[in-house]
């Protein structure tokens, strides 16, 4: 699909439930799998589609966002021509630099999309994780005539615990996407969004600004449920492996999936794989009294004491005695010897002194916030 | 073209062939060691390191892996507007043109190259060492003992040193004289094939040369005698931390094993000097619960189901369930199947031993293996395939696929 669409990624979504995780950044710019952020599975599967053109929508906290992009040299989107293009907000006389909901973020960002002369836009949110390439999609979207092409998945009713933006879509044997219903209390259909719609440029420009001059914000809930029956929806149904990171239990439950083999070699396919920012970190080191067992770990790492049923970051160290056992402890963390943790979520820099015990429970894992000491 | 204070000249032709089919397709500088490094990442790390952002890189045996290796040199930062990293290979023109005849004649035939820089110093280095040295305290060590000549020497045991270019110094760490391999070695400062020149002296030097008869054209054998007959001020860098010249099997198994223990005896974690590499793109790796690793050095994209004990494991390598793996080498993409027992060995990228295999075993009574090259390593070569159940005796060399 060499220069047939560009990518165009919102990562203003907001997710109270992923609590202090998103304290500091944006959902897009969340760790994941050892050594990934959020971000990256979408932008990979974009750039292993021979997508050379991506803007990226951010709306706050997206310094740790740009951080890790850089110059998206990375996925090798440091191009003359297209690239990454950051489209941070900005303020001008008929835009407030603050973004109410996706409708008001993607019409100040009409004039990058404008600017874009592929015909199609794959637009997508960033808190969905997967690893895909487009072309089948934009084959089906163009031979089914459609005005909309959103991609979607089996997927059992969500807990309302952990409901955040579940998109539920009623697609007919044709394919057709006859209706769709939001954040439902009893879903009448197992079929979820995957958050990434296709169609023409020319079409996202129109219904954006129909959508603003009705006072309308919100891309979902405004323009896509109310849509759904006057433009032609179809369902393009992936059957991969999907993570939605909708809550903290479900971000904790999705890592460790990445412990069972299947998962892992479904997400992380080499024959397209998953970009990150490199760190230049050396291989991890396993000490003479390290007992792992069933751990997914990063560069960086020190390992002296005791891991089973992890994900290590990058650069965690793990000092002798120490006891980890079903945890995800993210990048740079330090584990004192002789402390035992148990379902625990540590974010980015975390220091556990020696000997404290830290215990939560699968349903409930603690978390404990970014370059805490504890 | 913006002057540059200095350049770097990394001679990495060698073919290695003591390191045998482990160079069989591939220039000794890009061959792999500590897991996700080959070795050219550690004079390129140092290099850029140390502030110096031209470096040429001279070849001439199988350039193809070196050359997409190195790419635009991004992965070292040296992707530069002006300067960053070339790969030179010899080159013909109108009436001439010829292999490098030697460490000199390369850097000669690539003068035009340098000149275009216009530095005041060339540093030259060598493709095969594995060490961290800051070269910008050598340089700052040439300006101040207004030298014409740096050379960065080691001490290295005394009754290794006939293995050596041995410098003889004064107290002042002045060159008084300059022995390559000594029968009978005066002093144990070892010259680490790290020189500092004047680029204007090293011009002349190099012209003279090219047109003497019965020179080798070699930095040690032929230019630093002449700049020391020629009465000039060369001086000695000692250097005290590790380095390792990993020119053989058994060096190169060596210095992998320093890597490991507490403290390793050559740390690569440390933040303040990175080495740099080209990132394989893989995910982190994965350890079974069936695994044992002690003492150890795993890297991305590595599957563990086995025991690995005091080995290094490098990207994409699995070793198989029920597996003892000790004192060994894994290569990038090597798999090693279920139920194996690999006792100090090398095993070449993407070689495949089956299940039940044992490598490095005792030999049988009478069994008798040709083993100059590896001493008692086993070594299996690249992309070599081992059926199951094969016992490959200790200190073998194992190049083609057993069938």
Redesign the interface.
């Known amino acids: 699909m060499l220069n047939e669409a560009f990518g165009l990624i919102y990562t203003g979504e907001n997710n109270p439930k992923l609590k202090e995780l998103t304290l500091t950044r944006s959902v897009a710019a969340v760790p994941f799998g050892g050594r990934y952020r959020c971000i990256d599975f979408i932008l990979s599967s974009l750039v292993n589609s021979g997508v050379q053109n991506v803007g990226l929508i951010t709306q706050k906290n997206y310094h740790s966002l740009m951080d890790h992009l850089g110059s998206g040299k990375e996925w090798d989107l440091h191009r003359k021509h297209g690239g990454l293009f950051m489209l941070p907000p900005f303020l001008t006389k008929d835009n407030t630099g603050l973004y109410r909901g996706s409708v008001d973020a993607l019409r100040s960002v009409l004039g990058f999309v404008r600017r874009c002369s592929e015909r199609y836009v794959i637009l997508s949110g960033s808190h969905t994780i997967f690893n895909t390439t487009f072309y089948e999609m934009l084959e089906y979207h163009k031979s089914t005539g459609a005005d909309i092409t959103m991609m979607y998945n089996d997927c059992d009713p969500t807990d309302p615990e952990d409901q955040n933006n579940d998109l539920r879509l009623c697609v007919d044997e044709n394919g057709r996407i006859n209706d769709i219903e939001l954040d439902p209390y009893r879903p009448r259909t197992r079929f979820a969004s995957c958050d990434v719609y296709i169609m023409e440029k020319t079409l996202l420009e129109y219904l954006v600004e129909e959508a603003y001059s009705r006072g309308e914000y919100d891309f979902i809930r405004d323009v896509i449920l109310k849509k759904c029956r006057s433009l032609r929806m179809m369902g393009w149904r992936y059957d991969g492996y999907i993570a939605r990171l909708d809550s903290l239990g479900v971000y904790y439950k999705r890592n460790m999936d990445l412990l069972d083999k299947d998962v892992a070699r479904e997400l992380f396919t080499s024959s397209h794989p998953v970009y990150t920012k490199v760190k230049d970190e050396v291989p991890a080191k396993f000490g003479a009294e390290a007992n792992v067992s069933n751990c997914l770990a990063a560069d960086g790492c020190v390992i002296d004491g005791a891991v089973s049923n992890s994900v290590l970051f990058r650069g965690v160290h793990i000092n002798k005695g120490a006891k980890v056992t079903d945890s995800v402890i993210l990048q740079a963390a330090t584990i004192g010897e002789g402390a035992v943790l148990k379902h625990v979520v540590l974010d980015k820099g975390v220091i556990i002194r020696p000997n404290r015990v830290l215990m939560g429970d699968v349903g409930y894992p603690v978390l404990i916030r970014k370059n805490q000491v504890v | 073209m913006k002057k540059k204070r200095i350049v770097a000249m990394l001679l990495a032709g060698g073919q290695g062939s003591r390191l045998g089919i482990l160079t069989s397709n591939m220039a000794k500088p890009a061959v792999p060691f500590?897991?996700?490094y080959r070795i050219i990442d550690f004079p390129l790390s140092n290099c850029v390191n140390s502030g110096i952002d031209t470096v040429g890189v001279l070849t001439q045996y199988r350039p193809l892996a070196l050359n997409s290796y190195l790419g635009t040199g991004?992965?070292w930062d040296l992707d530069r507007n002006d300067g960053g990293v070339f790969v030179l290979p010899p080159y013909v023109t109108a009436n001439k043109g010829h292999w490098y005849s030697g460490t000199a004649d390369a850097i000669y035939q690539n003068r035009e190259f340098i000149i275009q820089y216009d530095p005041d110093y060339v540093l030259i280095l060598s493709g095969d060492h594995i060490y961290k040295m800051d070269y910008s305290k050598m340089l700052k060590h040439h300006i101040e003992k207004k030298a014409a000549a740096t050379i960065a020497v080691i001490k290295v045991p005394m009754e290794d040193a006939h293995r050596f270019g041995i410098m003889n110094t004064d107290e002042k760490d002045n060159i008084v004289s300059f022995e390559e391999k000594p029968k009978n070695p005066k002093s144990n400062n070892a010259s680490m094939g790290i020189y500092i020149f004047d680029w204007k002296l090293l011009s002349e030097f190099m012209e003279n040369d090219s047109t003497a008869p019965d020179s080798e054209h070699d930095f040690g054998k032929n230019i630093i005698p002449g700049m020391l007959n020629a009465g000039l001020k060369l001086v000695a860098y000692p250097f005290d931390s590790y380095w390792k010249d990993v020119g053989t099997v058994g060096s190169l198994w060596e210095a992998n094993m320093d890597l490991l223990g507490?403290p390793a005896k050559f740390e690569?974690?440390d933040p303040d000097w990175?080495?740099?590499?080209r990132?394989p793109?893989?995910?982190?790796?994965?350890?079974?619960?069936?695994?044992?690793?002690?003492?150890?050095?795993?890297?991305?994209g590595s599957v563990v189901r086995g025991t690995?004990l005091h080995s290094?494991?490098f990207s994409g390598s699995k070793v198989g369930r029920a597996t003892r793996t000790s004192d060994s080498v894994v290569f990038p993409n090597a798999m090693i199947g279920d139920g194996c027992i690999v006792n100090k060995a090398i095993v070449g990228e993407g070689a495949i031993i089956g299940d039940d295999c044992v490598i490095g075993a005792e030999p049988l009574f009478g069994e008798k293996i040709d083993n100059k090259l590896t001493g008692d390593i086993t070594l299996i070569g690249n992309d070599v395939k081992i059926p199951a159940g094969t016992r490959v005796p200790r200190g073998a060399v194992v190049t083609a696929s057993i069938l």
Do not use: F
Not at chain 2, 274 to 277: D, F, G, P, V
């Open positions: 500590g897991g996700k991004q992965h507490e690569l974690n990175r080495i740099y590499s990132n793109v893989m995910p982190p790796h994965y350890v079974d619960s069936s695994a044992v690793i002690h003492d150890a050095l795993v890297t991305e690995v290094v494991l």
